[in-house]
């Protein structure tokens, strides 16, 4: 799957009900599997943004595996594909809260 493409379901890129209107799935078909991009050939240095039904989502590879997330830090909502990957995690580009490949919260660099 790796090599040809990335399939990202819901869960993998859900955000709270709390989120901005855009950044909530729109309908049923946004609970299904879904092919977002190909991975052949995208550099695993840094996070992609790709659009499915309407969501803005990241593809971004953590040293083991391509992750889908929803794109937008889970602190301010600002873009995660406008962050970079650093030691297997996203870190976003507002306040540098870093995220490991399950979704965690790995780093808040005001929390140090």
Do not use: M, N
Not at 26 to 38: F, R, S, T
Not at 43 to 69: K, N, Y
Not at 91 to 96: E, K, L, P, R, V
């Amino acid at each position: 799957r790796e090599a040809s493409q990335l399939a990202a379901d819901a869960s993998a890129a859900e955000v709270s009900s709390d989120a901005p209107a855009q950044l909530r799935p729109q309908h049923e078909l946004a609970k299904a599997w879904w092919p977002v991009i190909l991975t052949h050939g995208l550099d695993r240095s840094r996070p992609h943004p790709v659009q499915l039904l309407g969501q803005s989502l990241v593809v971004w590879h953590d040293g083991a595996a391509w992750r889908c997330f929803a794109d937008a830090c889970a602190h301010r909502f600002a873009p995660l594909s406008e962050g970079r990957v650093e030691g297997g995690c996203l870190q976003c580009s507002y306040h540098g809260w870093s995220f490991d490949g399950g979704g965690g919260c790995a780093r808040v660099p005001q929390a140090q």
